[in-house]
């Protein structure tokens, strides 16, 4: 599969998800982008993953998957 993205940091500040993607920094408010992020407690949002494409992250004890591309739309819109 190739690659679409390349994801080499995603955290958390305050109420801010900060992603870096592409050589990129997103940073937006976790309350705009998901509920249950947003709902979630510090231990479940550092257990994510990052898909091998690099498409998405997925949060398993959430169960919440969240499109790379849909961030960056966000981020410019």
Avoid at 2 to 22: L, N, S
Avoid at 44 to 61: C, D, F, L, M, V
């Amino acid at each position: 599969m190739e690659q679409i993205h390349h994801i080499t940091e995603v955290r958390f500040e305050g109420e801010y998800i900060i992603i870096k993607v592409d050589g990129l920094l997103l940073k937006l408010k976790v309350s705009e982008i998901s509920n249950r992020l947003s709902l979630a407690t510090d231990e479940e949002k550092k257990a994510y993953s990052i898909s091998p494409s690099g498409y998405g992250i997925h949060w398993p004890k959430i169960d919440e998957d969240i499109s790379i591309n849909s961030l960056m739309h966000k981020q410019k819109a």
